[in-house]
């Protein structure tokens, strides 16, 4: 038999599998490439989230040697640039007495207690589409702490980043009360963002036995409504719960409002009103505090302005300031906090009926839960550090 001698289908069989091994080894080289590319993105991620957290960490912990403001000290440069046209408040005789007078130096703190301080300081109302600030006498110190704080970033971080930092304290969990500092550029969807709590600079003994003890009556009522919950309409038990419930926020609102008046208002304007009265006023070119001319008395009838502007202020000529403007914030707070949690607390008194219905020995825990809920709302002791990082290049 004569064999055909053909080759063709050999070196097309051989060319196939030719263009599969060049792919393979294609493949293979690449590979790493983009095993590493993956890898670099990832590492650059975690990379900078380390570096996110271990700044903000060094910012809170940061070290200031040397810190001062003026008390009043925004104010005291506008009478004086009302008085004697613009840039007296530049001299040099002016810097000197106004650091004599009204200058306060601190020493050897570090930032999250300069931050918190801060906040503290500014108290806000933001309620009815305006704001409210309730303490115009450190401007100054807020001024300075923004600016020692960019100083420590800018040293830290370099060129490399943009950043922003916000602290933001909200005694009444997500009202819009309390204080705020924002420095930086908006932050953009691609930062690297991480935050922390810090301390705010008072002891108060707001804590969850105050609070039991501040709604006592509330609790045994509940417990005493749940106890008879098998003897009455469901509708009646869950609607006699959520009153005592909201009446229970009310008075914790109050009391925590009371709180941080003597707090916040009354020892920085009380203080530091006296301070200035007695001192900043009889050395500040056109101040007579007999003719209500003096720097309080600006500042005071502006906070009372502000405050007549909003239908929850009623003025009382019998009430010192502080009282006004605690009487104020409790009925604030207590609007802006039931305009938050609307609907949960129906939800919340349904919930502890249903528990307790079939289950009497179930009333205790209830109440627990009613008592963890109440107390949720109030976060005085503590505010918020935010620290946001991107790439200036990005």
């Not at 064999?3 to 294609?26: A, N, P, Q, Y």
């Not at 613009?86 to 040099?92: C, E, L, R, V």
């Not at 991480?194 to 036995?209: K, L």
Request: net charge negative; proline share 3%.
């Amino acid at each position: 038999m004569q064999m055909i001698k053909d080759t063709r289908g050999f070196s097309s069989s051989f060319d196939v599998l030719l263009f599969l091994m060049l792919v393979s080894v294609s493949a293979v080289l690449l590979l790493p490439a983009m095993v590493s590319n993956i890898q670099l993105i990832a590492l650059h991620d975690t990379s900078v989230t380390e570096h996110n957290s271990q700044v903000l960490g060094s910012l809170q912990d940061g070290r200031v040697d040397n810190f001062s403001y003026a008390v009043a000290g925004t104010q005291m440069d506008f009478l004086v640039t009302e008085t004697f046209g613009p840039g007296a408040n530049d001299s040099g005789f002016y810097r000197t007495g106004k650091k004599l007078v009204a200058g306060r130096e601190i020493e050897h703190k570090i930032f999250a207690d300069l931050a918190s301080e801060s906040v503290a300081s500014q108290f806000t109302i933001y309620h009815a589409d305006k704001s409210v600030r309730l303490n115009l006498l450190t401007d100054e110190y807020r001024e300075n702490v923004d600016v020692q704080m960019r100083n420590y970033l800018d040293m830290q971080i370099g060129d490399r980043y943009n950043y922003n930092v916000s602290i933001v304290w909200r005694p009444f969990r997500d009202v819009p009360i309390g204080g705020e500092t924002h420095m930086g550029p908006a932050v953009p969807d691609t930062a690297y963002v991480d935050s922390s709590w810090i301390a705010m600079p008072y002891d108060t003994e707001f804590t969850r036995y105050h609070v039991e003890e501040l709604i006592a009556d509330e609790l045994k009522d509940i417990g005493l409504a749940l106890g008879s919950a098998n003897e009455v309409p469901r509708e009646e038990t869950e609607e006699q719960i959520a009153g005592h419930i909201n009446a229970a926020i009310n008075k914790t609102v109050d009391d925590a409002v009371g709180t941080i008046v003597k707090m916040t208002i009354e020892k920085t304007i009380g203080k530091a009103q006296a301070a200035v009265n007695q001192q900043v006023e009889s050395v500040v070119p056109g101040s007579n505090p007999g003719d209500k001319t003096g720097i309080s008395d600006i500042i005071m009838d502006e906070v009372l302005a502000e405050l007549k502007d909003d239908p929850a202020f009623i003025e009382d000529a019998s009430l010192e300031l502080s009282e006004q403007i605690t009487g104020y914030m409790q009925e604030v707070a207590r609007e802006e906090v039931h305009a938050v949690i609307a609907g949960e607390v129906d939800v919340l008194a349904s919930g502890i009926t249903d528990q307790c219905v079939s289950n009497v020995d179930a009333v205790d825990e209830a109440k627990d839960e009613v008592l963890d809920y109440v107390f949720s709302r109030i976060d005085i002791s503590r505010a918020r550090m935010t620290l946001a990082l991107w790439d200036q290049n990005w």
